[in-house]
């Protein structure tokens, strides 16, 4: 097995593995997420690069609130020779998965990966439960956390409403519930990997989105990877 593999092997089981290594977040942005994979990737000590194409002034709240300790950020801007000395890459959801600074840091072997593969890949299977949907995702998973919270089940909710979910891992491994809402375009970074949730809700699918998707066969095939790698004990 080859160096990098070896790498890959132990990041993927632990996170801690990753102390040193090159990581760039493609996409703060101005919702939770982009912060949250950032706070988490830097209070594990990596060398953090932050790039977004949006000006420092139309992220100052993100920046702001992460600080400069610990991280070095490239706003307005992407630098190719940032993604072609990354190890890892964590794309924002809105990042066209054909991007050519991802093609550049594929090429160099650095792998790609999301906030949501990343919390899956180190989150207890057994804790997650994934909503998604066009309408009614946020009710229903709000309302999921709720009625599990008055049955005592210690419960977190995170996902698509702007809570991260990384920052929430730490209450999955203590035993709590996830509940996730997850949106078509954190769904479908799913689809090249064995990752899902132990259980999937899908409330609907209408017309939308449909400037990201060509059509609605493939708006509906981005919600596939949901339920498609569910094992036999997983529920949908």
């Known amino acids: 097995?080859?160096?990098?593999?070896?790498?890959?092997?132990?990041?993927?089981?632990?996170?801690s593995a990753l102390r040193g290594r090159r990581?760039?977040?493609?996409?703060?942005?101005?919702q939770g997420g982009g912060l949250g994979v950032a706070t988490y990737l830097r209070d594990l000590g990596v060398d953090l690069v932050v790039t977004d194409l949006r000006s420092e002034a139309d992220l100052r709240g993100s920046v702001t609130r992460l600080g400069c300790e610990g991280v070095r950020y490239v706003l307005g801007r992407h630098e190719e020779d940032d993604f072609r000395g990354a190890e890892l890459v964590v794309r924002n959801p809105a990042v066209p998965a054909d991007s050519p600074y991802l093609r550049v840091a594929r090429m160099a072997g650095a792998r790609i990966e999301t906030e949501m593969t990343l919390f899956l890949r180190w989150c207890p299977r057994g804790s997650v439960i994934g909503v998604t949907g066009t309408r009614g995702k946020t009710t229903t998973a709000t309302a999921l956390h709720a009625?599990?919270?008055?049955?005592?089940v210690?419960?977190?909710?995170?996902?698509?409403?702007?809570?991260?979910?990384l920052m929430s891992l730490s209450e999955a491994k203590r035993g709590g519930t996830v509940v996730l809402e997850l949106s078509s375009a954190q769904i479908e970074n799913l689809a090249c990997t064995d990752l899902c949730p132990h259980g999937a809700i899908v409330t609907?699918?209408?017309a939308d989105h449909l400037d990201r998707y060509r059509d609605m066969t493939a708006y509906a095939a981005a919600k596939v990877p949901l339920v498609a790698n569910q094992r036999a004990d997983d529920w949908a």
């Open 154 to 165: 210690p419960a977190v909710l995170a996902g698509n409403m702007g809570i991260s979910a």
């Open 1 to 15: 097995m080859e160096l990098n593999e070896l790498f890959v092997d132990s990041w993927h089981e632990n996170p």
């Open 23 to 30: 990581v760039v977040i493609m996409g703060l942005g101005i």
């Open 204 to 206: 609907n699918l209408m």
């Open 147 to 152: 009625m599990l919270k008055a049955g005592g």
